[in-house]
């Protein structure tokens, strides 16, 4: 996944027209431009939209942790593993269970030479056009690395497994409401790093760059309606549960991530800490689609470790990142569709 370290730095007067430079933890620099301002400033919370709190059922937290308990049972779920085949075929017999149509899009890359599936499933709307909700189910390959260090037996309860869990446990609950916007659940694949280091440009986000890819040619084609914001999650289920002040994400939509978490009583897991992190939100903020993503990685030991298991995860974190999903959405859809339309 992306580097935890990334810093932003502002030197002088060049910083303050460009912004600020990222630095992963091997000394690199971004290797292409991107359209998005990095390093933004904190969000001010100070300034909280009043909104109205929506909760998610009593038991969605634990039902959501019983998908985790299930898919980390398949082990890793890097492409091209039983585990990843598993669970392909479990979010998409979870979410036809639950009265969707699930379509797949696999395809092999011709670099790489491997195989990956991208998983979505359609709620519609008053209006066609969409909000996509979204994570990634690809697992941390932790086999083949010239470090010995890096090659261990990793389950990803947390990375991986507790973003896949959540949206199977809320699908049920978003197709229950009216909503004005299409919903669009996403599962993105190859979303991690094949080198150990993060190697955003050539070979990580497989599957949100090919999916903004299919996007804007269909937009071309008029195939489909627009995209009009992405809702990323990527590691919401820790025991000690804090989702970042995340420095890439759309400033508006960073600002109603925290104006909802004040409006479930959420606010002391969520925004105590700024870090920008490169997750599958980039490829859509490269064309111009507000982006948000709910990520718990700053200060996360158990990040690309043995230790990201499910006795480190918690049903209440669970319960607390669906609190906030679900309050967040109507504003996102106000904000990006309703007003447009």
Partial sequence: MRSSTALFVVIGALGACL?????????????????????????????????????APADLGELAFAHVRTLVDFGPRNPGTPGWSKQL???????????????????????ELIT???????????????????????????T?????????????????????????????????????????LVFFDGEESLDWTWNEAARALFGSKRFVKKHRDA?????EARIEALVLLDMVGRTDLH???????????????????????????????????????????DVGIPS???IDLNGNVHWHTKTDTIENMSPRSLQI?????????????????????
């Fill in 144 to 184: 083949g690395h010239k470090d010995p260090a890096h090659n261990f037996h990793f389950v990803g309860a947390n990375d991986g497994a507790s973003a896949v869990a959540l949206l199977l446990a809320l699908a049920p609950v978003l197709m229950a409401t009216p909503r004005e916007a299409t919903i669009e």
């Fill in 243 to 285: 989702i970042q002040d995340e420095l890439y994400s759309t400033r508006q939509l960073r600002g109603v991530l925290w104006s909802a978490a004040v409006a479930c009583g959420h606010q002391a897991h969520v925004m105590q800490r700024a870090e920008a992190a490169s997750d599958d939100h980039k490829p859509f903020l």
């Fill in 89 to 111: 075929e479990y979010i998409e017999q979870t979410l036809t269970a639950a009265g969707l149509e699930v379509r797949r899009d696999t395809w092999t890359d011709r670099k």
């Fill in 116 to 142: 990956f599936t991208n998983l979505a499933a359609t709620i519609p709307g008053k209006k066609k056009e969409r909000i996509v909700l979204a994570c990634h189910h690809d697992t941390k390959c932790t």
């Fill in 19 to 55: 912004g600020a430079a990222l630095v992963t933890r091997d000394g690199s620099s971004p290797q292409r431009p991107s359209v998005y301002t990095p390093a933004q400033q904190e969000v001010d919370k100070r300034a909280v939209t009043k909104l109205p709190a929506v909760r």
């Fill in 292 to 294: 948000v993503d709910l």
């Fill in 321 to 341: 990142t669906a609190d906030i999903v679900l309050t967040m959405l109507p504003e996102v859809e106000r904000l990006y569709v309703v007003q447009k339309g």
């Fill in 219 to 223: 937009l071309l084609l008029g195939e």
